[in-house]
């Protein structure tokens, strides 16, 4: 029987071999070079500038055309998707779980918390829900200018009525009526521009510009909800419209025109802040950042002004403003971040450190923004619905 002779390893088999294993552990070496290797070797010097992170971006799901404005965030697990005639409850999965219906051609979403509240602008009907579904609908006896909500679920409407310069309805969590404040020319009076909550749900603050006299004067007025009165009225430094209001801790309210913001405590309006232009504004308990330009003709700069310990605004500086380029928007602060949306991407700083802003390139204009949490922000793209641990 023959017998079966086993390879033999030459010295030409055993040369390949050893040349095998250091090609391995070439690639292995290389590798772990390449993971090493700063960033700035593989990204543009402007990317490198901007601090450019795109591996942090997660698409969520994908939108049709036309459906992002439609879309907004709503809490940690949903967005609502809000038409004429419904409000959606969308999951981060891009499913609608549930649909209420509505009736509204011209759609005013205002969203507070748990609550939102759905109105017909220049129309009658609104429509308060929650996280579980519909908590009430009504009909106004005048049509809608702009509407508001309360994080408990109060809901307040200005409305447009003939013979005055405004009408303020407001409405308890149950949908029980609390007060109507027909406005009028008259001393501490005026038209009615616009209407915050207090934070404690106790009062509802109401911008005003007085007509009635020799010089026109604006006006702050607190309704004290508890016993529908007027709590106080305030003549602001300024005689000139502020229509964005901002409810702060210990009964403070920011007052924002094109051109300053005016603080309120107490029975006195201090001038806090002044720009040549204004473009948005953003407030948590930490303060307030701004887009805003310095001087004419120049680019809009980002500004975060914080409340000091006591929960007072701080006069900060003019000169630590970060320029983010033209076309910055959507400016959101909150969880001791800001993020400004500019062309396809988003900028993320720390409201602490504006001198080191991240960008997150999306690849699609962004439309509106809101952080979940102090590592993720969503953003609805005109494309698509996307998350990024900041």
Request: charged share 20%; proline share 4%; net charge negative.
């Amino acid at each position: 029987m023959a017998q079966t002779q086993k390879p033999k390893f030459t010295p030409e088999r055993r040369g390949l071999g050893l040349i095998i294993a250091a090609a391995f552990a070439l690639v292995l070496l290389l590798l772990f070079l390449v993971a090493a290797m700063p960033r700035s070797l593989f990204l543009s010097a402007k990317a490198e500038e901007a601090d450019f992170l795109s591996l942090n971006t997660e698409e969520a799901f994908r939108l049709e055309e036309g459906v992002a404005v439609q879309m907004y965030p709503f809490n940690s697990d949903h967005l609502v998707k809000v038409t004429n005639e419904l409000v959606s409850y969308v999951s981060f999965k891009g499913s609608e779980e549930q649909a209420v219906q509505i009736n509204c051609p011209t759609p005013l979403v205002t969203i507070n918390g748990d609550y939102i509240l759905v109105s017909d602008l220049g129309g009658y009907r609104f429509y308060l829900l929650d996280g579980q579904g519909l908590v009430l609908q009504g009909k106004t006896s005048a049509p809608i200018r702009s509407a508001a909500v309360s994080s408990s679920g109060k809901t307040a409407f200005i409305m447009e009525e003939l013979h005055t310069k405004g009408v303020l309805r407001v409405l308890d969590e149950k949908g029980k009526h609390m007060l109507d404040w027909r406005v009028r020319d008259r001393l501490r009076s005026g038209y009615v521009i616009n209407m915050a909550f207090s934070q404690d749900n106790t009062a509802i603050d109401v911008s005003l510009l007085n007509t009635d006299g020799a010089s026109l004067q604006s006006i702050l007025t607190r309704m004290d909800l508890t016993n529908a009165t007027i709590a106080s009225s305030i003549v602001q430094p300024d005689p000139t419209a502020y229509p964005l209001l901002f409810s702060a801790a210990d009964s403070r309210v920011l007052m924002v025109s094109s051109e300053s913001v005016v603080q309120n405590r107490g029975a006195g309006a201090d001038a806090w802040l002044n720009f040549y232009r204004i473009q948005e504004v953003a407030v948590d308990a930490a303060g307030m950042a701004l887009l805003a330009s310095p001087q004419p003709g120049e680019v809009p700069s980002l500004y975060f002004f914080p409340f000091d310990d006591s929960g007072n605004a701080n006069q900060g500086s003019a000169s630590t403003g970060t320029q983010l380029g033209q076309g910055a928007f959507a400016l959101e602060a909150s969880y001791g971040h800001i993020a400004v949306a500019s062309g396809d991407g988003v900028y993320i700083l720390r409201q602490n450190n504006l001198s080191e802003p991240n960008y997150f390139a999306c690849g699609s204009p962004v439309i509106r923004q809101k952080f979940l949490s102090e590592s993720h922000l969503l953003i609805i793209c005109r494309d698509s619905v996307q998350i990024i641990r900041v």
